[in-house]
């Protein structure tokens, strides 16, 4: 059983920058699609940015579009999320997931196609 453990989460203020990583134990994840998925108190969880097996494709939400970037080193068996120009509606507990299908060319922004996750790191963007 692969485990997600994230990390470089935080308190930030509004405009900074923040690197966020996902480490998978237990097992290789070079071949999964893997995703970051967003939740605040009261809501669900929504996807962030999404990157395929062997990173030629990539997804992002709307709302971090431009200030955003999700990269992976399979030989490290790690991804990232790099955040700039924070807002404080951004703050957030965020969450790493990957997909136990491989091989998949195409990333989804369903919560429901991810099957393992980790247990989530809080974000805080001050004003």
């Known amino acids: 059983q692969v485990q997600l453990v994230e990390s470089g989460g935080g308190l930030v203020r509004a405009g900074g920058s923040l690197r966020l990583s996902c480490v998978a134990s237990?097992?290789?994840?070079?071949?999964?699609?893997m995703a970051w998925f967003r939740q605040v108190p009261g809501e669900g969880r929504q996807f962030v940015a999404g990157i395929n097996w062997n990173g030629t494709r990539t997804e992002y939400t709307d709302a971090v579009k431009g200030r955003c970037t999700i990269f992976r080193d399979n030989a490290k068996n790690t991804m990232y999320l790099q955040l700039s120009s924070l807002k404080p509606e951004d703050t957030a507990v965020y969450y790493c997931?990957?997909?136990?299908?491989?091989?998949?060319?195409?990333?989804?922004?369903?919560?429901?196609?991810?099957?393992?996750w980790g247990q989530g790191i809080q974000v805080t963007v001050s004003q």
């Open positions: 997931a990957a997909d136990s299908v491989t091989l998949q060319f195409a990333v989804s922004v369903r919560l429901s196609y991810y099957d393992w």
């Open positions: 237990g097992g290789t994840i070079s071949r999964n699609n």
